[in-house]
């Protein structure tokens, strides 16, 4: 069936399964948006009030529904306001594809108005990119960017549509066609990661479970590769197997049930207590879909010292990169796992546990309970209020940190936070898209009044789509982890982060057409909580918070768990 491009681009992403895609439009991509207008019946467009909030819609929602996300913008502007988002997408790993577009292909490389070579902007941060230069390539290629986006480890992929090829007539296939693609050429820069470079070496499977065998104060280090797999129940049943407990990345958090009582936390600069000093004192690391950032690892030689390493990744690139592996499985995270429990025995390690134990009473006497109303008591009073299938999102920042320490989550997917790129301004924009991936149910953003002052235009996004987003707005008057930072670091020479803002978030809420009020006090907030909360439209709750709050434990940048700050 002949087709414009347009239209092909609109039934292909159909035909892939695409119910949502966020956007803007723009002068060049009006006869996309035109195609949109007359399938409006199949296929939803979200309008954002920027194409950053609209990248980080596509983001969240990809990873609370588990499908790819998509976003549109325009040429120039449009398509260089992604790039924040795209960059998140990249560095956590979700699979995302971006439509931008373009001048027609006779005046690209002329300056012309509204041109950028987006294609070279954001190489760096895809998987791959796509500059469409035949309309008759157009449906392969979005077909081929789905495939790559979702292949091995999962991330964006860009295309760019120039506008004559959106006008250009072809013939539809309206199916997958295994020919090759004019343009498509995987970059030699970096791994994409479409598939294990190897299959499982039998051999380095049995000098896995040599090790595991033969050690005796194993521990389970657990990222987002984990939470990309479904490989939960694989995770839980290695540490029944080994007698072990599990340490998480940010990333990892949701992949493992707080309940769970091997279940330590998060790892890291602000991990918690025990799970931090109980990775340290292992004889043998398990990491797991992880990628050992700076911030999870500190100080690389004190961090490897004293253990061997087996890390699985399904990114042979990652193996080896940052902190060196004594055995690196490369595969899919599932397969893997279940190759190892298929020949692991139960390994009780009575001591080890002991040990553990003994560390969660000393993390109770070193980090306290505290009354009142504190960061801590009211994230905790959220979820009780709202429940484990809450879909939390978060700005960056100290709330996140909290957040990623305090809040008792359940079940997997259920967090939407940014990882590798600590975007300030992510959270609206990926708690708007989490929420649609859930058929709007209500859906938690924990932000704080710097965070939330970079995207805040999206909150007219969420009034629109009338969703019942509850956004809890820790408010310190401060940039709080920056100072943070500067109160420990830098002799609290406190520079330029007192925002001195007049601002009521809760005015301004209501401004946007939501609702708001604001909390001082535990009781205020759960009278708040208790109410019917509305079911059409945001809620925004303004706490405030002491100033002096600090993110505790912390590790200094560099250091190792002997400088842990715990007060």
């Known amino acids: 069936m ?110 012309s108005f509204q041109e950028v070579d987006i294609i070279g902007i954001t190489q760096p941060v895809v998987k791959h990119s796509f500059l469409v ?44 066609p295994r020919s090759a693609v004019g343009q498509i050429t995987m970059p030699s820069a970096k791994s994409v ?46 540490s029944h197997r080994l007698t072990a407990p599990i340490g998480l990345s940010l990333m990892g958090l949701t992949a493992v049930p707080h309940s769970y009582p091997l279940n330590l936390g998060m790892c890291g600069m602000h991990g918690r207590y025990a799970a931090t000093v109980a990775q340290s004192e292992a004889d043998l690391l398990v990491a797991v879909g992880v990628r050992f950032s700076d911030r999870a690892t500190g100080n690389i030689d004190e961090y490897r010292k004293k253990c061997k390493i087996i890390h699985i990744d399904i990114d042979l690139a990652e193996i080896g990169k940052n902190v060196a592996a004594t055995i690196g499985l490369c595969g899919g995270v599932k397969e893997v796992l279940s190759a190892l429990l298929a020949k692991l025995p139960l390994l009780p390690h009575e001591q080890w546990m002991a040990h553990i134990d003994q560390l969660k009473q000393e993390e109770m006497r070193k980090i306290p309970f505290r009354t009142g109303f504190t960061p801590q008591n009211i994230i905790r009073s959220v979820h009780a209020a709202l429940g484990d299938d809450t879909v939390v999102a978060t700005d960056v920042g100290q709330h996140q940190m909290w957040v990623a320490q305090s809040y008792p989550f359940e079940k997997p997917h259920t967090l939407l936070t940014s990882g590798g790129l600590g975007a300030m301004g992510y959270g609206l924009g990926a708690a708007i898209g989490g929420c649609m991936a859930k058929n ?43 100072r943070q930072w500067q109160g420990r670091f830098y002799e609290r020479r406190f520079s330029q982060t007192t925002l001195d803002r007049k601002t009521d978030f809760s005015l301004l809420a209501q401004a946007f057409g939501a609702a708001g009020s604001q909390a001082a006090c535990l009781e205020e907030l ?6 019917k909360l509305p079911s059409d439209t945001p809620y925004l709750i303004d706490c405030k918070i002491d100033v002096n709050e600090e993110v505790l434990p912390m590790i200094p940048p560099g250091g190792a768990v002997s400088d842990i700050m715990v007060d």
């Open 2 to 111: 002949q087709m414009n491009g347009a239209q092909i681009l609109i039934e292909t992403l159909i035909s892939e399964g695409v119910e949502t895609i966020f956007g803007y439009p723009g002068g060049s991509v009006l006869n996309i948006y035109d195609e949109l207008y007359k399938s409006s019946d199949r296929i939803q467009h979200v309008l954002s009030a920027h194409e950053q909030g609209a990248a980080h819609a596509a983001d969240g929602y990809a990873r609370a529904s588990g499908k790819t996300g998509v976003v549109f913008a325009t040429s120039g502007p449009g398509a260089t306001n992604l790039v924040t988002g795209i960059a998140n997408a990249y560095l956590d790993s979700v699979p995302v594809v971006a439509f931008t577009g373009n001048v027609p292909t006779g005046l690209l490389g002329r300056d």
């Open 133 to 176: 230069r035949e309309v008759e390539d157009l449906e392969p290629t979005i077909r081929e960017a789905f495939r790559i986006a979702n292949a091995g480890r999962k991330g964006p992929v860009l295309i760019d549509v120039p506008k004559n090829i959106q006008a250009a007539m072809a013939e539809y296939l309206g199916q997958q």
């Open 193 to 238: 990661a479409l598939s294990p470079a190897k299959p499982l070496d039998p051999a380095e499977l049995e000098e896995a479970l040599s090790a595991i065998q033969s050690c005796e104060r194993p521990f389970i280090y657990c990222g987002g590769g984990v939470l990309a797999a479904h490989a939960e129940a694989e995770i839980l049943e290695l």
């Open 440 to 482: 709007c149910k209500r859906t938690v953003l924990f932000t704080s009044d710097g965070s939330f002052g970079m995207n805040l235009n999206e909150m007219a996004t969420a009034v629109s789509q009338k969703l019942p987003l509850v956004i809890v707005l820790l408010n310190n008057g401060v940039l709080g982890m920056v």
């Open 526 to 531: 759960m009278e708040i909580l208790s109410q």
